[in-house]
């Protein structure tokens, strides 16, 4: 594999100078890292008509694993760009005679 001087000749390009490293909190890496993941822009897309139960939300996507599914709220909920609200659990009543 070539790199740029190789393929320049010797001669530094404008390209090589301006090259900045990329720091943990940069806004361009959060965007990369949230779009590098397939199934975050599904996830936001269920989303976007309002709240779903777990159950629901994979039923609207479709063709995605319990786990993925959990990975991927798990990681947009870290990422701030999801909300997490816990229901009580129903309780079914049942009557014995």
Known sequence: MRNDRAMMGDKMTDH???R???VADC???AATDLF?????PVVLAALRTGPHRRNELRTTIGGISDKVLT??????LSH???ER???????????TA
Do not use: M, Q, V
Request: aromatic content about 6%.
């Open 71 to 76: 990975d991927t709220l798990h990681r947009l």
């Open 27 to 29: 806004r361009l890496r």
């Open 16 to 18: 090589e100078g301006s």
């Open 85 to 95: 609200h816990a229901h009580a659990k129903r309780h079914l009543a049942s009557n």
């Open 20 to 22: 900045y490293e990329l």
């Open 80 to 82: 701030g760009l999801i």
């Open 36 to 40: 590098a993941h397939t199934w975050n």
